[in-house]
Structures are given as C-alpha cells and as structure tokens.
C-alpha cells in the first residue's frame, strides 16, 4: 500500500514540507519565514501557531487535504539522548521539545509539536525518525580522560542513516548488514561510523569537534581555547563559534562554499588554504571512523549539498578510496527519510518506538 504522508523540517528561516505517496513526493514547498517576523516571538516554542498557519496556508494553495493523509513526521529535536528509529510522538516527547530538554534551543523542536498538531486534528498518527539527538555509541567512544565528562554526540543522524539505508539497499543487503563511514557535508559537517546498522561513533559538531565547516569551528586544542578566552572573549562567543560563526565565516566572511570555490578560481590564496583545510579535516576524520570499525569498510557514503562539488569529492576520493569504494549522494533526503521511516511502521516492517525520556546511555556503573 502507498501511504500518504505529510513530512514537515522546520529550519533557522523556512519550514520545509513534503507530502510522499509511496516514495514518490507528491508535493514539496520550503516556506520561507522573514526574519524579523521571528523575532517577534521570545522563544522557539512561541513560533508554534505561526509556523502552523504558514504550512496550512502553502498546503491549501496547492490543494493537499490533510483528512487524506494516513500519517505526519515532523523533524525530532529538544529530545534526550535515544537509539536510532521511528518514534511515535507522545506527551513526554511534546514536553521536551517544547522546552528543550537537551539544552538546544532550534527550530527543529518544533517538527513533532506541528506534526501533532495535524496529527490530532485528523486523528492519524504522528511520528518522529532518527532525532538529531540518536545516541548508539560504542562505549570507548564516550570515555574522555577527565574524571566526570564524557563524549555527546549530535549529528545529521536523519540523512546519515537514510544514506546508508538507500546505499546497502543498491548493494541488495540491508543495512543492518554493513559497514559505513557516512558524512553529511553541508554548513554543518558530519562525519560518522556506522556498524550493522548503529552509528557506534562520530563527531560532536555541536561540541566543537573535528573538523571546520561553513558556519562551525570544529576542533580546537583546549589550551588555544583558554588563551583566546584569556584575550577577552566571552564563552558565549565560543559557543557561537561553535555551530554559527566559526569556520568559513570567521575565516572567509561567507557560510557560502560555492563563494568560495569561485573566490579560488579567481586566484584568492586565502580561500584555497581554507578550503583545503576543510578538505584536509574531513578525510583525516573519516580515517578516524574507518579505524573505529576495524577497517572493515563496506563504503564511504557523501550527502549533503557541498557534495555538489566535484573537487571536494576529488579529494575525498583521492585521499580515502584506498579504504573503500567512495560513493556521492548530493544534496539530501532528510524529508524522504521520514517519510520512509513512518512507511516502514505503517506497512509492518519495524515497531514504533515509545519515546520515554530516559537518555539511552547515563553514565557508566
């Protein structure tokens, strides 16, 4: 049976929405939102009816009835930590993402609040799949070497998963069956292990960790931390190094890499340092996750939209196919990917998990 599912990612300054029959999508829109009408509203959670109002209004222009639709998927955040799935969306999940339980306020919360919201009012089922906040971590991969802290991981673990899935079914296998380093590479970069279907390590690209990107920092020696801290800048402006004014923006003053491919193309020193800089992290971080699965390496998996390029791609390829086959996904299937995962409950393939709060993993015995 095709289901109908309406899928709904709410971004920094748009909502993404895609209504999916089967795998086909039906209908796409991204509905933009002007900034200063945000900033009307003290907090994410404030965004809720206006967002809302916005979706209805971009489905009624093109003529999508909601009483036909079999179930909603709104983008998972606010959560606590959780093994990989497809959550059904309840209480204690709506109370979590409406304050943010995991400290992180973004307007992905906001995707089972909405998805609820339509949810209830055709009586269908609301889902969420792999929440940035999936946590599989191999137990080596949370120690750190100071007594009390351990390793978090938040990653684009929708289009991380999704990637492999699609890819290990071109291989006829699932993916509960292989090996993948996968990366999603876009403002935000993500590099991960995955191991017979859990993502058992990757890098916190909230944390401030491996490798830059358009809008993020990455990894920094603690020392040079505390000396840029010791020269007068606030932990505040670290953190925003961290996930929207490090990297090329602080570098380059752009978040965009097409700008900067087109700035090396024009003879800038600077932009072709950076660039192959980036370049240079990633494929050191995904030697890291190949050694953490063994080197037993089905694929090494590129999505996200600066896989557009074909020269970060080039040097991915020259620098890792040595490991693996190295196979480019472009762009990404973050809307697809939940609609997928709430076809898969709906058609009987996997159970619906119950979202309990819990956090997956709390600490050693």
């Known amino acids: 049976m095709a289901y109908r599912i309406l899928t709904i990612n709410p971004g920094s300054t748009s909502t993404k929405v895609g209504l999916f029959e089967g795998s086909e999508a039906v209908f796409t829109k991204n509905v933009a939102h002007e900034a200063a009408k945000l900033a009307e509203f003290a907090s994410i959670a404030d965004q809720l009816p206006y967002r809302r109002d916005c979706i209805l209004e971009a489905l009624a222009e093109n003529d999508v009835d909601l009483a036909s639709v079999d179930a909603f998927v709104g983008r998972g955040g606010g959560l606590l930590a959780l093994v990989g799935g497809t959550y059904r969306v309840g209480e204690t999940m709506l109370d979590h993402a ?18 609820n919201e339509f949810a209830a009012e055709c009586g269908k089922p609301a889902f969420v799949v792999n929440p940035p906040d999936t946590d599989e971590l191999c137990d080596y991969a949370r120690v750190t070497g100071i007594k009390g802290v351990y390793r978090n991981v938040h990653l684009h673990a929708l289009n991380l998963k999704e990637t492999a ?7 006829s296998k699932r993916y509960d069956e292989c090996n993948f380093v996968v990366c999603h590479i876009g403002g935000g970069i993500s590099v991960s292990a995955h191991r017979q279907g859990k993502m058992i390590d990757g890098y916190d690209i909230v944390g401030g960790e491996g490798m830059m990107a358009p809008t993020r920092c990455g990894a920094v ?19 925003k190094m961290c996930m929207k004014t490090g990297g090329f923006v602080d570098l380059l003053g752009t978040s965009d890499a097409r700008e900067v491919e087109s700035r090396i193309a024009e003879g800038d020193k600077q932009a072709e340092l950076v660039w192959g800089a980036m370049c240079y992290q990633i494929c050191k971080c995904i030697g890291s996750m190949a050694c953490a ?17 074909k020269d970060l791609v080039s040097r991915i390829e020259d620098a890792c196919g040595w490991i693996a086959p190295v196979s480019a996904y472009p762009g990404e299937f973050e809307l697809e990917a939940m609609a997928a995962g709430a076809a898969r409950v709906l058609g009987g393939e996997e159970e619906a ?11 050693f015995n």
């Open 98 to 115: 409406r304050r943010g339980a995991n400290g992180v306020q973004h307007p992905a919360n906001l995707g089972s609040l909405l998805a």
């Open 165 to 171: 899935i699609r890819h290990a079914t071109g291989l």
């Open 221 to 239: 020696p603690v020392v040079e931390v505390l000396n840029y801290l010791d020269a007068g800048h606030t932990t505040g402006e670290v953190r």
């Open 293 to 309: 699965l063994g080197g037993q390496v089905d694929g090494i998996l590129l999505g996200g939209g600066m896989v557009h390029s």
């Open 353 to 363: 998990l119950e979202y309990t709060g819990v956090p997956a993993w709390n600490g």
